[in-house]
């Protein structure tokens, strides 16, 4: 079965007395977004054919699933949680609990001339 996703690290981490300091990324990335997302709402259902999403929970969890051509499964992420959905992988969430995430994309979903890269999946 092809790769749906792949677990990330932080490019660099550091805590003190002071509190707790994670640098997710330092290049890749040309797009960022905060998801806050209440209990028991879905998200998703969609792919991209070009951008990879990455993904940074930062409070609550996330229950996704993932699935393309080859195959499907089920994963469950958690605070501190960073991951990366590859494309044509369609993705759907649910939110158990409340929670906040970081969404990050290698390549704008939306370009400059209004095309967008972003698809239903079935």
Known sequence: MAQL????????????????????VHKGFSQVNVLETRAGVSRGGHYHKVSREAFFVISGSVKVHLKNESGEQVEIFHKGDFFMVFPFTVHSMYFPE?????????????DGDGGQDIFCGD
């Open 98 to 110: 409340d929670c906040v995430m970081i969404a990050l994309y290698d390549i704008p979903v939306k």
């Open 5 to 24: 996703y792949k677990r990330l690290s932080v490019d660099f981490e550091h805590e003190d007395d002071r509190g707790k300091l994670a640098q997710l």
